[in-house]
């Protein structure tokens, strides 16, 4: 039974693309097809007991429909190449996407392709096709693609063909963010706050932030333009940059803390503001974008 089991279905990973033959290929009756296949061995019964030829012939008819059934069915996965494609990170305890490209010299109707513990996603193909399934995210951090099954019933829903595919792909999983992030107060550097009282070098004029001084507002500046506030920006002032350190967020173990600077994270980023992180001896230095916010969450999501 074990041989049997790895010969069904091989835990190697498969070369991409992945050709789908005649070995890869399964081919079982569906319930309805059970059904069709009872009901004509009750009609052929039927009519041999009372010798009726055109019961022997419709039974005939419909035993032949059955067979182009599962030749059908066969060939909509026969020939079928798949190969992985972009995948789209996630969240921890939310889902993660993995990208399958479908490839085929042939339209293909009814294809139903699932990852293991995700939902299935139906699918037409007509000559290259790309598809996203989403498979739950476990934990942060590196998650492995489960092994993919591709199955159609077309054209009858009579007889299911399936195949099963195996890459060596994974995606990253960022860790769970928390509900709401707590006041940050920064030190030391990034992040600092001006006191009022300290001498400023004028270096020019930037939009008004809600966390400006009243003190710093340009009224004069800010009167020549229509429903916009200026703010004085200072050679000394240090508040564009906001400095986030795991050492110095609070939290009772390291999952709470790496939560709450996630959370923190996409604030900043949400808030269009220059940050850093900081997570032991890893630095990763003030900058803003997209860019910026995917090398800190896969820091976080990295971080052991």
Not at 172 to 195: D, E, I, K, N
Request: charged share 15%; hydrophobic share 45%.
């Amino acid at each position: 039974m074990k041989r049997l089991r790895q010969w069904l279905w091989p835990r190697h990973a498969d070369a991409a693309p992945l050709r789908l033959g005649q070995r890869r290929i399964y081919v079982l009756p569906t319930k309805a097809g059970v059904m069709y296949a009872v009901t004509l061995l009750l009609m052929l019964i039927g009519s041999i007991n009372y010798n009726l030829s055109l019961g022997y012939a419709l039974t005939f008819l419909l035993a032949g429909l059955g067979i182009v059934a599962i030749v059908q069915s066969f060939r909509n996965l026969s020939g079928l190449q798949l190969a992985p494609a972009r995948h789209v990170p996630g969240f921890a305890g939310e889902r993660i996407h993995f990208g399958i490209a479908l490839v085929s010299e042939r339209p293909r109707a009814s294809l139903q392709l699932q990852c293991a513990g995700g939902p299935p996603l139906l699918s037409h193909v007509d000559t290259h096709n790309s598809v996203s399934l989403a498979v739950p995210a476990l934990q942060r951090g590196w998650q492995a693609m489960p092994r993919l099954t591709i199955a159609s019933t077309w054209p009858l829903g009579l007889i299911r063909a399936w195949s099963y595919a195996r890459f060596e792909e994974r995606c990253l999983v960022y860790p769970t963010p928390a509900q709401a992030a707590p006041a940050h107060v920064a030190s030391g550097g990034l992040g600092q706050r001006m006191q009022p009282d300290e001498p400023d070098d004028f270096f020019g004029l930037r939009a008004h932030r809600p966390t400006d001084l009243l003190q710093h507002v340009a009224w004069k500046a800010s009167a020549r333009l229509d429903e916009q506030l200026l703010s004085k920006q200072f050679a000394t002032e240090q508040g564009d940059a906001l400095h986030f350190d795991l050492a110095q967020t609070p939290g009772a173990t390291l999952e709470e803390k790496l939560s709450l600077l996630t959370r923190r994270v996409l604030d900043a980023h949400a808030a269009r503001q220059t940050y850093s992180l900081r997570l032991s001896s890893q630095i990763i230095a003030p900058a803003a974008g997209s860019e910026h916010l995917h090398a800190c969450l896969q820091a976080l999501a990295l971080y052991a």
